[in-house]
């Protein structure tokens, strides 16, 4: 039913009341005077639109995905109502739907502004070629759309294509940036310049495995790179007093821990094997099932850094020892496994996929945060489950590498547990990352840095640990 002139008349009131509000940044106030057009005259699409427009601006991603799918139903044809709500999925983790929601927009009209996005939710899919030909798309259209720009040369840097993008980013810098975009740029030429001070003794490191040459060279951290991340250094004390105050079951560790423990933890990594007759399936035939040869390689690999991981206790409370043995974990853990920059940290920013407002560090100030982390935080705690749980949940939001930070992460926790005569953890896939340790870590992060349900499942790991170290020598 056509509401009446007075009605519409009180509707466009709302509405440029909403749209002022968001101008002016007073961003409740519009969803308020949005929210009030939207019951007033409920089959205008615009009101809607603007309603979810708002409320992914103030971050209220579950409503604004509820007032864009209302829109998208009444006019599927609107390029924008897919587009802010692919927006609103990506902030909720939904990276399918919001590919599908970018994909839509595309499809109704192929713009730069479309195509960026779409571009950036194909890279977080891992699929570079058709980022970079969506991007260079866009720019081509509009080569003063400077964000899909930015977005191409730290592609560039995801593609280790560093001079390319080094270009790129002189090319930018010369120009008037959106603050945003000038943070970007910025934070990505000290990555870039990070990368050409350090390369030559990661070389060093992954060739002829000697740390010394880079030891050196992170003791001489530029000063423009020693700025700290002082918000995630809050959040990572917050981890820290939880893991000092729970009270956790002790899992001693088994005298007859096997010898070839670093390569069983290692097959759990990823993981390759859930049970004693796939590892012995793997010990006798070099394989398990139909793992590819690149996740074999990156669990084999894994059976070095944990050995080289053993011996470093008394090293980790000085902070660049630990970032060079953490390097050298990485190193040894991501060896002739494509795509991965063995023992760099990240030069690009990276979120987490299922949880995207968490904020990670930077990656220019990816070390200086990381050394602040082990003076003021590891070096404090008691040894054992304390350190154990708070360098697993550091390592996973600090993220300090590109990708293999989970595997590194583990390394280190395991040997927290294995210098206090705890037993080291393996887990299952039901009981992993991508299972109820990784909801375990998500739960920490919404409840104020309370790590007891992550404890909890260290202990079952602890314990599977233990059955598969019985049912090990009995099989023998």
């Known amino acids: 039913m056509t509401a009446s002139a007075s009605t519409q008349k009180t509707w466009l009131g709302f509405m440029n009341m909403g749209q002022r509000s968001f101008q002016n940044g007073d961003l409740a106030a519009a969803v308020v005077a949005f929210g009030s057009a939207t019951s007033l005259v409920p089959d205008r699409v615009e009101g809607w639109i603007n ?12 409503l604004a995905a509820t007032a864009l799918k209302k829109a998208v139903t009444m006019n599927p044809n609107l390029m924008v109502s897919h587009l802010i709500l692919g927006d609103a999925l990506r902030m909720l983790g939904q990276w399918q739907a919001a590919f599908n929601s970018y994909q839509t927009a595309v499809d109704l009209e192929r713009n730069p502004m479309s195509l960026n996005k779409l571009a950036c939710a194909t890279r977080s899919q891992g699929d570079y070629d058709l980022a970079e030909t969506l991007l260079k798309e866009a720019i081509a259209m509009d080569p003063n759309f400077t964000i899909a720009r930015v977005n191409l040369a730290t592609l560039q840097i995801a593609r ?9 980013l002189t090319n930018l810098s010369a120009l008037s940036l959106a603050a945003l ?27 002829a495995q000697d740390p010394i ?5 992170l003791r001489k951290l530029p000063k423009h790179l020693q700025q700290v991340d002082e918000h995630l250094l809050e959040t990572l004390h917050r981890y820290a007093e939880s893991a000092s105050t729970i009270d956790i079951e002790s899992v001693p560790i088994d005298s007859n821990l096997p010898a070839e423990w670093p390569q069983i933890e290692g097959m759990f990594m990823i993981p390759l094997i859930s049970n004693v007759n796939e590892y012995q399936q793997f010990k006798q035939h070099g394989k398990v099932g139909n793992e590819t040869s690149i996740q074999l390689l990156q669990s084999v690999n894994m059976a070095p850094a944990i050995e080289a991981a053993r011996l470093c206790e ?15 974990w990485h190193a040894l853990g991501v060896h002739n496994v494509p795509g991965f920059l063995a023992g760099h940290f990240k030069y690009t920013q990276n979120i987490i996929a299922d949880t995207p407002t968490v904020r990670r560090v930077q990656p220019a100030f990816a070390s200086a945060t990381f050394r602040r982390f082990v003076s003021d935080i ?16 550091a390592l996973a939001d600090l993220h300090p590498f590109a990708d293999g930070n989970g ?7 395991n040997r927290e547990l294995e210098w206090a005569d705890l037993m080291p953890a393996i887990f299952s896939a039901q009981l992993g990352f991508l299972g109820e340790l990784g909801q375990a870590e998500r739960a920490a992060r919404h409840n104020g840095g309370d790590l007891s349900q992550l ?21 023998r």
């Open 407 to 413: 595997r590194t992460a583990m390394t280190w926790l």
């Open 51 to 62: 309603l979810g427009s708002a409320q992914v601006e103030l971050k209220h991603f579950d």
């Open 455 to 475: 404890a909890s499942v260290m202990v079952r790991g602890q314990h599977q640990a233990k059955n598969f170290c019985t049912e090990l020598t009995q099989s």
């Open 213 to 217: 040459p880079l030891e050196t060279a």
């Open 181 to 207: 975009e000038k943070e970007e740029v910025d934070s990505a030429q000290l990555a870039l310049s990070e990368h050409e001070r350090l390369k030559e003794a990661i070389s060093q490191l992954t060739i």
């Open 314 to 328: 008394f090293d980790l409370t000085d902070p660049i020892k630990a970032e060079t043995h953490l390097r050298r």
């Open 378 to 393: 590891y070096s404090k705690l008691a040894p054992g489950y304390p350190r154990a749980i708070t360098v697993l949940m």
């Open 160 to 168: 280790n294509r560093f001079e390319e993008a080094q270009t790129q």
